[in-house]
């Protein structure tokens, strides 16, 4: 069985931190996106994960260059200061 890899942004707590379980207890490759990237390192080390903060077109490249193709992702981020 082929691993797939998806993003989940918003990841460090609540539904993206849930969704993030989830999918890597059903053996997904986790990459951990949120602009609090302690917590995002603390939920990716948890699940054995990879973390970045806020997700730009650098950690893009990043993740290209470093992981498996990303088959999917999970947008839970919230926005503030509207």
């Known amino acids: 069985m082929d ?3 998806a ?6 707590s609540g539904i993206g931190a849930a969704c993030a379980e989830v999918l890597a207890g059903k053996g997904h490759h986790i990459i951990v996106a949120d602009r609090d990237m302690t917590g995002a390192e603390q ?9 970045v903060g806020f997700l730009t077109s650098e950690h893009a ?6 992981t498996p193709p990303v088959d ?8 503030l200061n509207i």
Do not use: D, E, N
Request: net charge positive; proline share 0%.
């Open 61 to 66: 490249g990043y993740i290209t260059g470093h």
């Open 3 to 5: 691993t797939r890899v």
């Open 43 to 51: 939920v990716a080390s948890a699940l054995v994960a990879f973390a």
């Open 72 to 79: 999917g992702g999970f947008v839970a981020a919230g926005l």
């Open 7 to 12: 993003v989940i942004t918003g990841a460090r």
